[in-house]
């Protein structure tokens, strides 16, 4: 079946318009926003390409189809990046086989229009945290599948059953479609909590889930723990299996209250295993166990216990200091016995159904897994020997996420990538297990992960705008469309057209006699030389010399004029950076002018951009170049100011140096020709984003022209280009009439939860969450259009007749107000949280904005106070109240 393609969000809007000033929509400024800067229609007519650039060059240079697959692809048509929830509806609907339910059909997302349409309703340009629930339901449902697969292949007795970490996302709809899409397929799929605050949010979600699905009751092996299962099914190997109820489990350091709570989530219902994560918990979990032995309840509403090991497996990751002997967490092989010992002595031992352990998160090399599960494979197998029922194994986190898409080939280390998938991985699990069941002859345990990086990571785009562009380095503004040498306008110097004059000089320098040149000062004679320089690095000069001919078809010897060799690039270079050095020297001397160093940086600028356009464009395959050329040609042009704060929404990328695929989302159709980094909006050095995935750099260091003669690339070379990271990112020319939208992907995990609101106090972005309807009732609970608006329809994106906007009065200002609205004929639901306002961010740094107002409205009123003071202060006060409920993020 064709599948749905949501090029527009909500339904047909009018194309917004600016008339003085202001915001329109068909007649009529918006009614909530009037100076809002007007965002793109979804449906306006694409700029025609002057160019034979295609979609196709521009998924070569970002790696779309590398780490993006099988949910981010291009939409040629439109030059955009479109989204599939579902990927290739793969491990979908009941047993994870293909849904043949004829509703749900393929839906694909235009993220521009989307994220287009959002900003229009929010009335804002701040940053959007845009997740799509169907991917990690798809992921989730995935990985299951993919381990139902290999319990068959290896012919092991027992199923897998995962849980989600909660520290990986805190948000409690995607938490409770995540377990309720457990419950609709039948994996029991569940949670896990390393804090209280974790551990209250867990059971919430849990309960919530437990009270709007069925379970029946059963017995977890050789104890008197519930655990639920419903109807039996049959898989596709012929095995009848019962559908379990979704595990809690609690792990992290716990006092008295955690372990309180624990117990009384058993209670209620919820199948709780507490992992003793250290010796000393075993003495409190006792003590709480003895209080609830003095009930009336029976001891089947108690938890069932885990013991969390610590594996001498180590790796080499990101992450690799956490594991081995030196792991934070975890009982050694002698406080594994002792524990065992107490447990024994108090007539607890039947508790024990559980190992887990944790070898590292993001673990790269798929080496490591084998290793940790040997041996953990064998600790399990001599808890069972010591007299333990046990029955489940919890083989923890640590399954990868290839986000530079080179499946392990970059040599970047565990933050980047790894070398195995899914399948891989759950093979080599369930193989380690069953070698010890047929050694050993112990019962095959219940397999159970705690994946959540895998899960989560491709369902979550951080979208934020390029606000403005700034040139790195002492370079100047080369316009759109210009050559090497561009008009000084910039410096505005107005002194009697001198950068004029340092222009056609530069274009066409007048020879001077040694006279002259002895009596120039010596910051004039500089400038000379270095405009000779730069003379000498015209492209016609260099094409010329390598013909050997005058520019006009003549043969000669001597090349142009008395010149008859090639421009030496390398040094070029050297002597720019050697004049430039000079000119800031005589600069601090004073000796110098403001003017003339201006235009020694303009033509530091001018030589530098000269000499990479040469190399570029007439680099000789078999010449090595120089190392100051190499490394300066690695360097990024242009800064691109993001209205984001990475340490908010991207705290990996400056806390561990994280590499996550960042590419515009729209004008995919345009070849990019800047090479930039971005700048965030802090006020602090490291905020920025300065290395990138390498997909596919050697796309852009070809010309269009270069591209049609070579337009087949081996795949031996395109692999070579995968091998490093890059410190720029080659993007657009930003334009008046657009914003431009950048997409930094697979940002689901932690990266919201770890952020700090602190830093400059910026705020937590809107959050944009998306999720397919479909008949049989699959996803989170989705709010309506009333009758009323849907007959009204979209007038406008922003329209308030477009939305159901709930705005509720809470501590949190308008953090809980939401819009919520569909697309793609009702199958697509969207619901907005808006972002903080300065309010909420003060709040979370322990400020209470009321009394602000109150210290800043203080002498309203003061009959001390002169009327015109009186005016001044009353302005103060309610420009001072609007800021504060106004965004943290730049709004234009």
């Known amino acids: 079946m064709m599948p749905v393609t949501c090029s527009s969000v909500g339904r047909q809007a009018r194309l917004p318009v600016r008339r003085r000033g202001s915001l329109t929509h068909g007649n009529r400024t918006h009614p909530r926003f009037p100076n809002t800067r007007p965002i793109a229609n979804a449906t306006e007519s694409l700029r025609e390409v002057q160019s034979n650039w295609t979609t196709t060059d521009s998924a070569e ?34 047993d994870n086989n293909i849904d043949n339910n004829e509703h749900n059909e393929s839906i694909t997302i235009d993220l521009f229009a989307l994220a287009s349409d959002v900003r229009a309703r929010l009335g804002s340009g701040g940053p959007l945290v845009v997740r799509f629930t169907d991917i990690a339901l798809r992921q989730a449902s995935k990985l299951h599948g993919i381990f139902s697969n290999a319990t068959g292949t290896w012919n092991y007795g027992s199923r897998y059953q995962g849980v989600f970490p909660v520290k990986c996302c805190h948000d409690a709809e995607l938490l409770t479609a995540l377990v309720m899409d457990g419950f609709r397929n039948k994996s029991g799929y569940g949670l896990e909590a390393g804090s209280k605050a974790e551990l209250l949010l867990a059971i919430a979600v ?20 519930e655990v639920s299962s419903g109807r039996k099914k049959e898989n596709k ?53 003895r209080t609830s032995d003095d009930d009336t309840e029976t001891t089947r509403t108690t938890p069932a216990l885990g013991i969390r090991v610590r594996l001498g497996t180590t790796h080499d990751g990101q992450w690799g200091a956490t594991s081995g002997d030196d792991a934070k967490f975890g009982l050694g092989a002698f406080e594994v016995l002792q524990a065992v010992s107490v447990l024994k002595k108090n007539d607890l031992l039947h508790k024990l159904t559980l190992l887990h352990f944790h070898v590292g998160s ?49 040599g970047l280390g565990g933050g980047s990538s790894v070398n195995y ?23 095959p345990p219940v397999i159970v992960s705690e994946s959540g990086r895998a899960v989560v990571s491709h369902s979550t785009v951080l979208v934020f705008e390029v606000v403005s562009t700034d040139n790195r ?74 013909r050997g001919d005058d520019g006009l078809g003549n043969n000669t010897h001597k090349g142009l004029g008395n010149n008859p060799q090639k421009p030496n690039l390398q040094e070029a270079i050297n002597d720019s950076k050697q004049f430039r050095l000079e000119a800031d020297r005589l600069f601090k001397l004073g000796i110098m002018g403001l003017e003339n160093r201006a235009e020694a940086e303009f033509l530091f600028s001018k030589c530098r951009a000269r000499v990479f356009d040469i190399a570029k464009h007439e680099h000789n395959k078999n010449e090595t170049r120089f190392l100051d050329l190499r490394s300066l040609q690695k360097q990024p042009s242009k800064w691109y100011h993001a209205n984001v704060s990475v340490f908010r929404s991207l705290p990996d990328v400056w806390a561990i140096g994280q590499l996550f ?104 972005p809107a959050v944009v969450s998306v999720t397919a309807i479909d008949n049989g009732g699959r996803g989170v609970t989705v709010t309506k259009e009333t009758r009323d608006e849907k007959e009204k329809g979209v007038e406008g994106v922003g ?71 009186e005016k001044k202060h009353v302005s103060l006060a309610q420009t001072y109240e609007d800021v504060l409920t106004s965004s943290t993020y730049l709004e234009r």
């Not at 849990?206 to 723990?225: A, D, F, G, H, S």
């Not at 955690?258 to 409190?284: D, H, I, M, N």
């Not at 020997?385 to 499946?407: E, H, Q, S």
């Not at 369930?430 to 050993?440: F, I, K, M």
């Open 206 to 225: 849990m309960t919530r889930v437990r009270k709007e699905t069925t379970y029946q009751v059963m017995l977890l092996p050789e104890t008197n723990t």
């Open 61 to 94: 240079v970002y790696g779309f189809e590398t780490w993006g697959a099988p949910y981010v692809t291009t939409d040629a048509s439109t030059g955009r990046v479109v989204i599939t929830p579902r990927g290739d509806d793969e491990f979908r609907g009941d």
């Open 799 to 869: 329209d308030e007749s477009s939305t159901q906007t709930t705005d509720t009065t809470t501590p949190r200002g308008n953090r809980s107000s939401q819009i919520t609205f569909q697309t793609c004929g009702d199958r697509v639901s969207v619901t907005v949280t808006r972002g903080d306002t300065n309010a909420d961010a003060l709040r979370d740094a322990g400020i209470d904005p009321v009394e602000l107002s109150a210290w800043v409205a203080g002498d309203v009123g003061n009959t001390t106070t002169d009327e015109r003071n």
């Open 473 to 546: 380095g002492g370079t100047v503004e080369t316009r759109e469309g210009g050559g090497a040498f561009d008009d000084l306008s910039s410096f505005d110097l107005d002194r009697d057209g001198t950068d004029e004059n340092a222009l056609e000089t530069a274009k066409n320098p007048k020879p001077l006699t040694l006279d002259e040149l002895r009596v120039l000062p010596p910051s004039e004679f500089l400038l000379h030389n270095f405009r000779e320089v730069l003379n000498g690095l015209r492209r016609e000069n260099f094409l010329h010399a390598t």
């Open 421 to 443: 998938d899914f399948s891989n991985y759950a093979n080599d699990v369930v193989a380690a297990l069953q070698d010890v069941v047929v050694r050993t002859g112990i019962t």
């Open 661 to 764: 695929p960042v590419a515009p989302i729209h004008r995919l159709r345009e070849e990019p020709t800047t090479n930039a980094a971005f700048a965030d909006l802090t006020c602090d050095s490291d905020g920025r984003i300065d290395e990138f995935v390498a997909a596919g750099n050697l796309a852009t260091n070809r010309t269009s022209s270069q591209r049609a003669s070579q337009s087949s690339v081996s795949q031996s070379q395109s692999h070579s280009a995968h091998k490093h990271s890059s410190t720029f990112l080659t993007l657009h020319h930003p334009m008046a009439d657009e914003p431009y939208l950048i997409g930094a992907f697979l940002v689901g995990a932690y990266q919201e939860s770890m952020g700090s609101v602190g830093h400059n106090l910026f705020g937590s």
């Open 362 to 410: 993001q673990v790269s090399d798929i080496a490591t897994i084998k290793e940790a599960m040997r041996e953990a494979s064998q600790m399990y197998a001599e808890l069972c020997r010591l007299g333990a029922p046990m029955g489940f194994i919890d083989v923890g986190g640590g399954l990868g996420v290839d986000y530079d898409g080179t499946k392990g080939g970059s």
């Open 237 to 289: 190997f012929g095995k009848h299996e019962q559908t379990p109820d979704p595990l809690l489990i609690c792990n992290g350091y716990k006092d008295e209250k955690y372990v309180r709570l624990a117990f009384a989530a058993a209670a209620s219902g919820v199948t709780t295993v507490l992992v003793l994560e250290k010796p000393s918990e075993l003495e409190t979990v006792m003590q709480v166990m």
